[in-house]
Structure formats: C-alpha cells, structure tokens
C-alpha cells in the first residue's frame, strides 16, 4: 500500500511522516505543498491514501477531494487539518477520516492500522447491481451506508436513497468486505465507516446514525460486544 502526503505546512508533513514511516507498512511515493502540483501527480499515478490538508493555496482540500471522486480509480481521502467545521463536508466526499492537528500519537496509529486492515478495493469487485424502480444500477460497494431485511427481498440504502436486491440480507453480506461492513443486528448490515453518531439505548444497546440517512439503526445485544470491539469503544 502506498500514500502521498499534501500539506503546505512542513513541520506537519515532517510529524506524519514519522508516524507513517515508524508504525506502519504503508509507502510514502511523494509529499507536496502544492495542491495543483498534487493533482497532477494523482491523475497519474493513483494513489492509495491521501493524506490531505484543507487550507491549502490555489485548491483547497475540499475542493481537491471533490475532484478525486470524480476519477475512475479512488483513492482514499484522510483528512489532516487544524478546522473542525469541515468535518460535514469531509464526510460528504466519502473521505476515510478526519483528523485534527496537532496530531494525537494514539489517534493516528490507530488510523494507520485500520487503514491497513481494509482491503483495497478500488482493485477488486467494488462494483454491485441494484435496482431502482424498473432500472438497475450499478453502483460503489462502498458507497453504500446500510442494506436492511424487509420481508422478501433486501433495501439498500445510499446517501437517502433507497434501492432493492431480490436477495436476503445474508446472501447480501457475503458480497461485502467484512473489513468495512458489519452485521449490527439480524435486519441490518452497516457500513462503519457511514456511521457519524453513536446513541446509548436500552439494555446497553446502541442506535447509530448514518451519513446521509434519516433512519436510526439498532446494534443488537447479541452484537454489541463485537461492535465494541470494531469501533473501540
């Protein structure tokens, strides 16, 4: 796996790098202060991970971040700023994290190995077939922020909108990475990395809510431990 790192401020390329060289496996190809100059070399070379600031001159991070999803093969955004209030926007490009500088050793080691532990799948089936109405759609696996049991056959659900697969949740599961999407309950699978709240309910269960979505979505009891253990809680 390979990252590049695109910062302006070179004290914080400098501290990165340390954590990213000294605590995982993943290869630094390049480091730019220059937001365009890192765009161009993106285009090209398609990274793995980028490490991303946001206030950055000429083309901010955000507006970087939007134009890498428009490229056939993405790359995964993580977010590295000292701004809080671009968190919502961060989450609408779909970007893998968003860490605050200065940076906190613990957070981000533990960024580093849950992105090592996700498969890449920009290079493998990322692809599923839903339908929509009377057409079907293909459409991102990871794209999706949770599939739900309904009667005969599965919903699924992306950025509010809902589609269908005449299929059962189980059937549905075995398609998705285990690395990003986990079963919380026996009608719902999620997508981790949608989640954006978490809420203490009864008998120590939690509810979740999801990036674009106006459902609340239960973890069940007989899946609470697990869940603990994936979100570290």
């Known amino acids: 796996m390979n990252c590049i790192i695109v910062d302006d401020?070179?004290?914080?390329?400098?501290?990165?790098?340390?954590?990213?060289?000294?605590?995982?496996?993943?290869?630094?190809?390049?480091?730019?202060?220059?937001?365009?100059?890192?765009?161009?070399?993106?285009?090209?070379n398609n990274p793995d991970v980028i490490f991303l600031d946001i206030s950055m001159p000429k083309l901010d991070g955000i507006a970087l971040g939007?134009?890498?999803?428009?490229?056939?093969?993405?790359?995964?955004?993580?977010?590295?700023?000292?701004?809080?209030?671009?968190?919502?926007?961060?989450?609408?490009?779909?970007?893998?994290?968003?860490?605050?500088k200065p940076y906190s050793e613990e957070r981000i080691i533990n960024t580093l190995k849950n992105i090592e532990k996700v498969p890449n799948i920009?290079?493998?089936?990322?692809?599923?077939?839903?339908?929509?109405?009377?057409?079907?759609?293909?459409?991102?696996?990871?794209?999706?922020?949770?599939?739900?049991?309904?009667?005969?056959?599965?919903?699924?659900?992306?950025?509010?909108?809902?589609?269908?697969?005449?299929?059962?949740?189980?059937?549905?599961?075995?398609?998705l990475p285990k690395e990003i999407f986990f079963r919380s309950h026996r009608s719902y699978i999620i997508n981790c990395d949608k989640i954006t709240e978490i809420i203490p309910w009864f008998n120590n269960t939690f509810m979740l809510k999801m990036l674009g979505e106006k459902e609340d979505i239960p973890v069940s009891r007989t899946n609470i431990i697990e869940f603990k253990k994936i979100m570290s809680i």
């Open 122 to 175: 920009k290079n493998g089936n990322n692809k599923i077939t839903l339908w929509k109405d009377n057409k079907m759609m293909v459409v991102n696996i990871i794209d999706i922020s949770y599939c739900e049991a309904r009667e005969r056959e599965t919903l699924i659900y992306i950025n509010g909108v809902k589609y269908r697969v005449n299929c059962s949740l189980s059937e549905v599961y075995k398609k």
């Open 66 to 100: 939007k134009i890498i999803n428009n490229f056939p093969k993405q790359s995964r955004i993580i977010f590295i700023t000292a701004h809080k209030k671009y968190a919502v926007d961060a989450f609408e490009i779909h970007a893998c994290d968003y860490i605050l």
């Open 9 to 44: 401020e070179y004290p914080s390329r400098e501290e990165l790098k340390y954590f990213i060289n000294n605590f995982s496996n993943i290869k630094i190809m390049g480091e730019f202060d220059d937001s365009i100059i890192a765009l161009e070399y993106i285009e090209a």
